[in-house]
């Protein structure tokens, strides 16, 4: 089983996908495949965030809001600021990200409950500015600014290549610095970290600071690609960003896994939606299954080692 857990994510991908084309051969259309996947790059980007949080041993309650939050400001001030609106937003999401992990590292409280108090004064903020209803942006002033986003290139669409130069990057910043080094050094072990002469603190603080940047960018494109904000806009994306980082290979002890298991897990959730509304499960009903995945995932990929003396 062990020598087999690596491969899980793909071996799950593969199966699900032949298992829903069975069903549904009009899944497997590649114009109706790219569309999907497009479809997801806000999910995707907000689990790439996430990825960062769990794989240092982590976990960012506070993206969902977080992403709320940026739809509203993004409607709010894109008459005023133009396409520097965007660098707001983004500045929003580090700054949040940032005091969530200076909380956690320097406070001492654990991150699921410093980044859910985060997650909470950022519904506030996006309740405030929107005056608790939901705000809609002016279509042309949009176009102009963020039209690009969702045009294509080459026949690819917008959202993806976003998506593809995202990816790019978070994967150099793991696997390719020194940083992305110091990244799995704490997640395998944060006292071995430490003993290293590793600055643990300031790890911690910038991966959640990219947890939020991440977040706050896929705020954004929410709030373009539906033409509003809204302090609920968001909303059921927490969970099924957790999912497909930890279905992917990432798990919540850390050290394992990372950006390219995120695009593979990213993908499963895609898939296990589309059987489910090809099923015409009710949304409800997704959620409860997205929570049994979690758990399923969980207790397939978490290093039971860690825990020992820990959970009995």
């Not at 133009?82 to 983004?90: E, M, Q, Y």
């Not at 500015?129 to 002033?141: C, F, H, I, N, P």
């Amino acid at each position: 089983m062990d020598r087999l857990k690596p491969y899980l994510p793909w071996i799950t991908l593969v199966v699900l996908a032949l298992l829903v084309g069975i069903a549904n051969p009009a899944f497997f259309n590649p114009v109706g495949l790219v569309d999907l996947v497009a479809d997801i790059v806000p999910l995707f980007i907000m689990a790439l965030g996430m990825t960062f949080a769990i794989y240092i041993g982590g976990i960012d309650l506070s993206m969902q809001q977080m992403a709320n939050l940026v739809t509203v400001i993004a409607t709010v001030y894109l008459a005023q600021f133009g396409i520097w609106v965007a660098g707001i937003c983004i500045l929003t999401g580090f700054v949040f990200g940032a005091i969530s992990g200076y909380v956690t590292t320097r406070l001492y409280v654990p991150s699921f409950v410093s980044t859910l108090a985060m997650g909470f004064v950022a519904l506030s903020g996006a309740k405030f500015l929107s005056g608790e209803r939901a705000l809609s942006m002016d279509a042309t002033l949009r176009n102009d600014t963020f039209g690009w986003m969702f045009g294509t290139v080459a026949g690819i669409p917008g959202e993806l290549i976003i998506a593809g130069v995202l990816l790019f990057i978070a994967w150099v910043l793991q696997t390719r610095t020194t940083f992305g080094r110091a990244l799995k050094a704490v997640g395998s072990g944060e006292l071995a970290a430490v003993a290293s002469g590793l600055n643990v603190d300031r790890i911690k603080i910038i991966a959640f600071a990219i947890s939020g940047t991440f977040a706050a960018i896929a705020g954004l494109m929410f709030s373009v690609k539906l033409s509003g904000g809204d302090a609920n806009l968001a909303n059921g994306f927490l969970l099924l960003a957790i999912v497909a980082v930890l279905v992917g290979g990432t798990p919540l002890t850390g050290g394992v896994g990372g950006v390219i298991n995120t695009v593979i897990g990213t993908l499963i959730v895609v898939v296990i939606r589309s059987a489910m509304i090809y099923l015409e499960v009710d949304a409800t009903q997704q959620q409860m299954v997205f929570g049994l995945v979690l758990i399923a995932a969980i207790a397939l990929t978490i290093d039971r080692s860690k825990l020992r003396g820990i959970v009995k």
